[in-house]
Antibody
Framework: QIQLVQSGPELKKPGESVKISCKAS????????MYWVKQAPGQGLQYMGW????????TYADDFKGRFVFFLETSASTAYLQINNLKNEDMATYFC?????WGQGVMVTVSS | DVVLTQTPPTLSATIGQSVSISCRSS???????????LNWLLQRPGQSPQLLIY???NLESGVPNRFSGSGSETDFTLKISGVEAEDLGVYYC?????????FGAGTKLELK
């Protein structure tokens, strides 16, 4: 069955960068696009965009253009989310998802 | 962007009670391919979201049949026929017809 395993929690300072991984298994990685979702503490779900796993082309929702980068390591069936120049408002849990399958989420804490 | 309005924001139920959640879209979710990409997810406390229903009314594998979805175009409903304790959490509708995908604000199901 499809499984998405994400990396562990992160504690970063404002201005730093963070890279979150999402390792897929149980299916052919390049057959399905992967999307990313942000959930701020106590808040709902916010779609960040998706990456075409066949071509590597990312598409970002408007709120996530600029500092956010989606990329792949296809040989390892792994997708990455990198957030540059972290801000306090980036503190959240980040999920990867393929179809109806979700990773367990990665909590990113931003604190000076 | 498509706005999904969920009501009610909070729902109090007793075990065995049947409840419904509404999701209204700011525009039709009927895709040009004839499908309607409206999904329902449940996020239990401390867990990642879980797909319950896809394309309005299709039950995801492994999901109990007390869950059902209905609707068309802009009005959709999730019904739980006989709430069980494991159903508590936040329910989200999500549309994947129009880019960017969007989520409703969520409906929290609590025990009365």
């Amino acid at each position: 069955q499809i499984q998405l395993v994400q990396s562990g929690p992160e504690l970063k300072k404002p201005g730093e960068s963070v890279k979150i991984s999402c390792k897929a298994s149980g299916y052919t990685f390049t057959n399905y696009g992967m999307y990313w979702v942000k959930q701020a503490p106590g808040q709902g779900l916010q779609y960040m965009g998706w990456i075409n796993t066949e071509t590597g082309k990312p598409t970002y929702a408007d709120d996530f253009k600029g500092r956010f980068v989606f990329f792949l390591e296809t040989s390892a069936s792994t997708a990455y989310l990198q957030i540059n120049n972290l801000k306090n408002e980036d503190m959240a849990t980040y999920f990867c998802a393929v179809g109806g399958n979700w990773g367990q989420g990665v909590m990113v804490t931003v604190s000076s | 962007d498509v706005v999904l309005t969920q009501t009610p924001p909070t729902l109090s139920a007793t075990i065995g009670q049947s409840v419904s959640i509404s999701c209204r879209s700011s525009q039709s979710l009927l895709d040009s391919d004839g499908d309607t990409y409206l999904n329902w997810l449940l996020q239990r406390p401390g867990q990642s979201p879980q797909l319950l229903i896809y394309s309005v009314s299709n039950l995801e594998s492994g999901v109990p049949n007390r869950f059902s979805g209905s609707g068309s175009e802009t009005d959709f409903t999730l019904k739980i026929s006989g709430v069980e304790a494991e159903d508590l959490g936040v329910y989200y509708c999500m549309q994947a017809t129009h880019a960017p995908y969007t989520f409703g604000a969520g409906t929290k199901l609590e025990l009365k």
